[in-house]
């Protein structure tokens, strides 16, 4: 999950309540914002404090506050305003001013909250990731090559987890159309990937970090020294079905990159992910895929003032680009959380500074955007049909499960690995494990669904998702971190989903059926 967590994007390393009934809120016409009180005008009067540390903001204006009022008030407050969305009344600012938040906050006939999207300044930080990448060598690529079937692509051999999904069998049917896009919101894409050249969609690209789309040609493709999540899952979605390396499991549908990562941190902020969101419901894109929880926070509380402002943003957004016919797939986590239990140890958050483990309520502290209203919520499973022993859970909160890999479950292919082979940077190949590998094979089954039925509303492809999906027990015997057969006694049945695989492991057969 900014991260990936272990069992996203961090790639792969763990690595954020319910919602208040303004997240529903778009203004269709923007009204004047209601005269400032006396604590405003003393306010706008002072000249704002400005030797705090940089930090960015998102503000979100009441049903009648108009943006151009809290842009004004944004400015008086000692903040620089970086974009505006008219469409969910948020603006994303910076400001050097300690008070900001607390000073907009105070002005309550023009926003609902305010918050800081970080916790440490404007800079660079350190981050990890969870299990690195298992580069493909030359000889394990002439091997699989040596025993692929015609019809299939050369490390197709290698790919059990397209099997595991009927997405071989699917592609003789139909790959899905061109007129669907699935948007890879991560840490870039490389559109010169032999693999993935033939299905990448620039128009619908950008590179959103920061808060301000960036269409410049390549400005989505991954950063020089940086992270190849982005480019494996665009792989895992959509990779071509031309002679070369692997299939994706909608290999006939487009492809776009929105790059949300810091350079040299890979972390993901809310004011490039809100961005993200936003540029996808403009550009036209059916899908998006989101392998990664919003930083700094793993959970979002909203007891907290910041916290609450960016689930707020957040939830704007996604609801915002659903109803202009998005389709939001996102991971689970990589950290092996019960998200439908009662209280689960955060150790990691604020991961952009010093953590500070506390303890939260996952059904008020929501993992975003994993547990937004709408968005489909992906667990993790290995080549036996186990959820992945890094895999976060739920009864309720997971929706589907999909191959996310588990280097414990090893499948009878030439390379024997059970981790998700898919494309990386610089046209090779590579193995990652997690639920952000997970995550990009609903997407690509969603593709699927909306290349059979283009009329079909977000809603209804999560419901024929979830139809579709072969149903799948709670086991008896589940792998741990150490590649122990445990008992799966975390694993809870009811109104016919299970905590481990939601409704069950998504079907592409059925999808193109």
């Not at 505006?84 to 001013?97: D, K, L, M, P, T």
């Not at 870039?188 to 990448?200: E, Y």
């Not at 090893?410 to 690995?417: E, I, K, L």
Request: aromatic share 6%; hydrophobic share 40%.
């Amino acid at each position: 999950m900014a991260h990936l967590g272990p069992g996203r994007r961090r790639i792969a390393v763990p690595v954020g309540l319910a919602l208040t009934a303004s997240l529903a809120f778009l203004p269709s016409v923007a009204a004047s914002a209601a005269p400032l009180g006396n604590t405003a005008g003393t306010a706008a009067a002072a000249k704002p404090d400005t030797t705090g540390p940089k930090l960015s903001y998102v503000a979100n204006l009441t049903t009648y506050a108009s943006v151009k009022a809290a842009k004004k008030a944004v400015e008086r407050a000692g903040g620089t305003v970086v974009t505006s969305y008219e469409q969910i009344g948020v603006v994303v600012a910076h400001s050097q001013n300690p008070d900001f938040a607390k000073q907009l906050r105070a002005q309550r006939s023009l926003f609902v909250s305010v918050g800081a999207t970080r916790t440490a300044p404007l800079q660079t930080v350190a981050t990890t990731e969870e299990g690195t990448t298992q580069k493909l060598s030359a000889a394990d690529a002439a091997k699989a090559a040596a025993t692929a079937t015609d019809g299939q692509e050369p490390l197709e051999p290698n790919q059990w987890d397209l099997r595991a999904i009927k997405a071989d069998q699917a592609h003789k049917i139909n790959d899905g159309s061109p007129d669907v896009t699935v948007g890879v919101i991560d840490t870039g894409v490389d559109d010169t990937h032999p693999d993935l050249a033939p299905n990448f969609s620039k128009g619908q690209s950008a590179n959103c970090v920061g808060g301000v789309a960036d269409t410049t040609d390549g400005a989505w493709r991954p950063y020089p020294d940086g992270s190849d999540h982005g480019t494996h899952v665009a792989g895992t979605i959509a990779a071509a079905r031309n002679g070369i390396g692997v299939a994706g499991v909608a290999p006939g549908v487009k492809v776009a990159a929105i790059k949300v990562s810091e350079p040299g941190t890979s972390l993901f902020f809310t004011e490039a992910v809100v961005c993200g969101f936003m540029f996808a419901a403009e550009k036209g894109i059916e899908v998006t895929n989101n392998s990664y929880y919003v930083d700094p926070w793993l959970y979002n509380c909203k007891a907290d003032d910041d916290q609450k402002a960016l689930v707020e943003a957040l939830g704007r957004a996604t609801k915002y680009a659903e109803r202009r016919g998005v389709l939001s797939v996102a991971s689970a986590g990589n950290s092996n959380h019960d998200l439908a239990s009662n209280a689960i140890v955060d150790n990691t958050s604020p991961d952009d500074a010093t953590p500070v483990p506390r303890t939260i309520d996952p059904h008020v502290c929501l993992d975003i955007p994993t547990q937004l209203p709408g968005v489909v919520t992906v667990s993790a499973t290995g080549d036996q049909g186990f959820r992945s022993y890094y895999s976060s859970f739920g009864l309720g909160v997971v929706d589907v499960a999909a191959p996310g890999g588990d280097k414990w479950q090893v499948p009878a292919t030439p390379d024997a690995n059970g981790r998700v082979l898919s494309t990386v940077p610089g046209g090779g190949y590579g193995y990652k494990q997690g639920t952000s590998m997970a995550g990009p094979h609903v997407a690509g089954v969603a593709a699927l669904l909306k290349s059979a039925h283009p009329k079909a509303t977000p809603s209804q492809l999560q419901a024929m998702l979830k139809a579709q999906a072969t149903k799948t027990a709670c086991p008896e015997k589940v792998y741990d971190a150490t590649g122990a057969l445990v008992d799966a006694a975390t694993c809870q049945s009811k109104w016919g989903q299970t905590g481990y695989y939601g409704y069950g492991v998504v079907d592409a057969l059925k999808a193109v059926k």
